[in-house]
Nanobody, 129 residues
Framework: QLTLVETGGELVRPGGSLRLTCGSN????????IGWFRQAPGKEREGVSC?????????????TYADSVKDRFTISRIDANDTIYLQMNNLKYEDTGIYYC?????????????????WGQGTQVTVST
């Protein structure tokens, strides 16, 4: 029922920037932590960044980043639009993959075994010359 749609992925040169956008199909997202994950060819899906819920008992909007993207990526959300962004700067070849956003619980984590939301189709990010 709750479907998230990712947009913004494209071909980009190393050192370039992209902004990914995540939106819902009408469901409010403010009670959920929203995570960005990616999957490169031949690799398992991995957590990239997450922002915790902005409404509810444990809401604080706290952000989390994988070490591989720290200081290069920034996650943010706009309350009124139920929209989540992932700003990606100084992109590297190893950032290539399909990027997914997904609802978690109210608090962020990167454990894919405990995520039961709809992964959807994702958006392809390709870093290449």
């Amino acid at each position: 029922q709750l479907t998230l749609v990712e947009t913004g992925g494209e071909l980009v040169r190393p050192g370039g920037s992209l902004r990914l956008t995540c939106g819902s199909n009408g469901w409010t997202l403010e009670y959920y932590a929203i995570g960005w994950f990616r999957q490169a060819p031949g690799k398992e899906r991995e957590g990239v960044s997450c922002i915790s819920a902005i409404r509810g008992r444990s809401a604080d909007g706290r952000t989390t980043y994988a070490d591989s993207v720290k200081d290069r990526f920034t996650i943010s959300r706009i309350d009124a639009n139920d929209t989540i962004y992932l700003q990606m700067n100084n992109l590297k070849y190893e950032d290539t993959g399909i990027y997914y956003c997904v609802t978690i619980g109210p608090v962020c984590h990167f454990d894919t075994g405990r995520i039961f939301g709809n992964w959807g189709q994702g958006t392809q990010v390709t870093v290449s010359t």
